[in-house]
């Protein structure tokens, strides 16, 4: 047997645990039936394959194609009696290239018709006790509101009735014949509904009573027959409207005219196109400077004067005319409460749009203080990341325990104490929902993904947005929070989420869920995702990679009807970061992150062969000349530790590698070399089962610190536990995994070496929260 055969028999040596290893790994899996369990194979079983209408590159293929929906309206509000009267006519463009037997229109207000399904869905149970208002909503019922669509005709162009059937909120409306590819259709609907008191049944629009004056506000969306989207994706996508998945809709142009009281102020979707007739010579001069303040509000409508036009009821009408060019949907706010008050926005090209803000007096001071001002950093935060805002306005308007969005307006909660105090908590609340429902405009309003669908679409998208704004915010407005402190973000830190995240499996969906089937939805299409993006950002690719490839994804995708893989295909095509372990951990699992220190070993460098290295002598009936020049390394905690070799350096224990430096290096490199006196193999583990980059941040004894980030990657080979080798001048004395908290590990007790008790980051979050 020559020399090299026993050289190849001593390195095999070294290698044979991590193939006993491979091996056992790969006969459990045979057993299971799998063919590959890795958490970094390709995304091809979770992902469509791409197409001419969807590239594999995440952008809009050459095929691509999308509906397009233009509507005049004419709306009518009854103040008194809280209905609302419509018709409508609607042009259908068909751009696919489909020949189409029916259309399919959105009813959403339906969910409040009488008999209808939607509370029957989800399961009940009775407990021993009960909050008041819950009880008297579940148990007390009087009469049953009646809601719901009244459709008085549905026409041809050529005023024949066209036969429809409604089934709960989608309507079916069957065409004479069938609407040819690159064909448009007009039709007309006319409906009436009664408006729900959005305080007791928690719509997404309808009107406030103010017992005290008298009056009513309303904040008015849904409120029309909708088209449904067709698209390359399902065809026509007519998914029930159950309530908490939102919605799907193509673009158009709307032209809109709105008849309510005449002494009401009302904005809406769209540019007013009759402002002289409906704004008084004071509000066009205030309006004419609110075009030219672009440091703070100008009061369209005061306060003084709001409260004169409470005590009017006017029996006069006015028609407000709007128009919107490509938008998706249409929503306007009406009240003689309404204060108003605007300013223009410089957006990062220069170009402008108004921040507007209506409210009653019961939303003063702190809307007054702080609504427009978080409109206009909105915009121009959520514009510096994805694209220039590009509709002429964003209109905040203020509803009691509201929170919802439209193109260019949104309902937004925050209301003070009666004596105008107001907390901490209402503050931030006010504008952190502001900052939110403002951010829709962009997703999904403008990046119209499918709400009803894909919820964390937009919001988990949206939440990510809103918490980079929120920081933003504070750094812009130092007087708005707390001396030294940075904006109390709800979500979007790792943290945040670890409660969550270490919840009870039986009770957690994926990511990639449709909202009707989620537990816990705003942890799940909020939370999660946001949290996600924000690791994914900081952490894993990086803020120069991450803001690019966003970017991307929100100009390819402006105005268009994108899907996840989309957005996934998108964010690695940008950036040349494989992220199919990513997205398949965070998005389409109920995994956690938990990651941490098992072991750790010490070694000194020895003239001997250790003990291990001895046996396979021994069994191979070698001698120390039969191998090749070695450095020999022992474990400090084993038999083979020698108290008189410590701190010295390996050259001059080892004879091998000192003349391995006399005859490679010259006097003045050997010189240079900075021996390591202290070598260490770490053990990490993984119980968790997302695999994410290992933070670690290693302590030695002269007090410095060395903070190491290995990719995710680390993980690739051993899903279970990988080994690091230290070599250093320094003795090591202390090792801390995730040491900033930035991977949402949901348990942090074996994050640090030697053992210390530490609270977990649950036990973190739960000491956070104020008793």
Not at 387 to 396: E, H, L, Q, R, T
Not at 517 to 533: C, D, E, I, M, R
Not at 676 to 686: A, I, Q, R, S, W
Request: hydrophobic fraction near 35%.
């Amino acid at each position: 047997m020559n020399k090299i055969n026993y050289y190849l028999a001593a390195v095999l040596f070294m290698f044979a645990t991590v193939m006993v290893q491979a091996q056992e790994q790969e006969q459990t899996e045979r057993q299971a039936g799998h063919t590959n369990q890795s958490k970094f194979r390709q995304m091809y079983q979770e992902f469509s394959t791409p197409n001419a209408y969807r590239s594999a590159s995440g952008a809009p293929g050459p095929a691509y194609y999308q509906q397009q929906a233009n509507y005049k309206m004419d709306i009518e509000l009854d103040d008194k009696d809280s209905k609302i009267y419509g018709e409508e006519t609607i042009t259908y463009i068909n751009n696919s290239p489909d020949d189409l037997e029916f259309l399919w229109v959105q009813l959403d207000q339906n969910v409040r018709e009488k008999g209808n399904k939607s509370a029957l869905r989800n399961s009940s149970a009775l407990q021993g006790a009960v909050p008041v208002g819950q009880f008297a909503g579940a148990h007390m019922k009087g009469a049953e509101f009646d809601g719901g669509f009244k459709i008085q005709h549905v026409k041809g162009s050529n005023g024949k009735d066209l036969p429809y059937t409604i089934n709960q909120t989608m309507m079916r409306v069957d065409l004479p014949t069938a609407l040819k590819s690159q064909d448009q259709i007009s039709f007309s609907i006319k409906w009436w509904y009664n408006i729900p008191d959005h305080t007791v049944s928690r719509a997404r629009s309808g009107y406030e009573s103010f017992p005290k004056d008298g009056n009513k506000a309303y904040v008015i969306a849904q409120f029309f027959p909708r088209m449904a989207v067709y698209s390359d994706v399902e065809g026509w996508q007519n998914h029930q409207f159950w309530g908490s998945g939102e919605f799907a809709l193509p673009f158009g142009d709307y032209e809109v005219n709105i008849t309510v009281p005449a002494d009401h102020v009302l904005d809406g979707t769209g540019e007013l196109q009759n402002r002289k007739e409906v704004f008084s010579k004071d509000m066009m001069k205030r309006y004419e400077k609110a075009v030219k303040s672009f440091d703070k509000p100008v009061v369209i409508v005061t306060q003084k004067e709001a409260e004169a036009a409470e005590k009017g009821f006017s029996k006069d009408k006015k028609t407000w005319k709007f128009i919107a060019k490509n938008v998706r949907d249409y929503g306007f706010a009406t009240s003689r409460k309404f204060i108003w008050d605007m300013q223009n926005v410089k957006l990062p090209s220069g170009k402008t749009a108004m921040a507007v803000s209506l409210y009653p007096k019961e939303g003063n001071p702190l809307w007054e203080e702080y609504s427009t001002k978080a409109v206009a950093h909105t915009l121009r935060s959520y514009s510096s990341h994805t694209f220039d805002y590009p509709y002429p306005k964003a209109i905040s308007v203020h509803a009691k325990q509201q929170g919802m969005e439209y193109p260019m307006i949104c309902w937004n909660y925050g209301r003070p104490n009666e004596d105008g105090s107001y907390a901490d908590r209402t503050k931030y609340g006010m504008i952190s929902v502001i900052i939110h429902e403002v951010g829709h405009n962009f997703f999904p309003m403008i990046v119209n993904s499918d709400e009803r669908q894909w919820g964390w679409m937009d919001e988990g998208l949206d939440t990510f947005m809103q918490y980079m704004a929120e920081q933003e915010f504070g750094e812009e407005f130092p007087e708005a929070i707390a001396p030294n402190a940075k904006y109390p973000s709800q979500r979007g830190e790792p943290a945040k989420i670890v409660p969550y995240m270490a919840g009870d499996q039986n009770f957690m969906t994926p990511i990639m869920s449709n909202p009707e089937n989620v537990f816990q939805l705003g942890s799940n299409a909020y939370g999660k995702p946001a949290t996600a993006l924000n690791i994914l950002r900081e952490t894993v690719m990086g803020k120069e990679l991450f803001d690019h490839a966003f970017k991307t994804y929100s100009h390819r995708w402006m105005f268009k009807h994108p899907t996840p893989e989309d957005f996934f295909r998108t964010m690695e095509d940008a950036s040349a970061v494989d992220l199919d372990y990513f997205w398949r951990g965070w998005f389409y699992t109920t995994d956690y992150v938990d990651m941490g220190v098992k072991e750790v070993k010490k070694y000194q460098v020895s003239n001997n062969p250790p003990k291990q290295i001895r046996d396979v002598m021994e069994q191979r009936n070698l001698k120390l000349s039969d191998l090749p020049p070695l450095v020999f390394l022992a474990d400090m905690d084993g038999d083979d530790y020698d108290a008189n070799l410590k701190g010295k350096n390996p050259s001059d224990v080892s004879k091998t590698l000192k003349e391995y430096m006399m005859d490679n290096l010259t006097a003045a490199e050997r010189a240079a070399v900075k021996e390591p006196k202290f070598f260490y193999e770490v053990t990490f583990n993984k119980p968790g089962g997302i695999p994410m980059p290992l933070i670690v941040e290693y302590s030695y004894a002269d007090g410095s610190k060395e903070n190491v980030t290995y990719p995710a990657e680390v993980w690739r080979m051993s899903d279970k536990e990988i080994k690091k080798v230290i070599s250093s001048q320094k003795e090591l004395v202390g090792i801390v995994v995730d040491p900033k908290a930035e991977t949402a590990d949901i348990d942090t007790s074996n994050n640090s070496w030697p053992a210390k008790e530490v609270k977990s980051g649950f036990d973190k979050f739960k000491g956070n929260v104020k008793q």
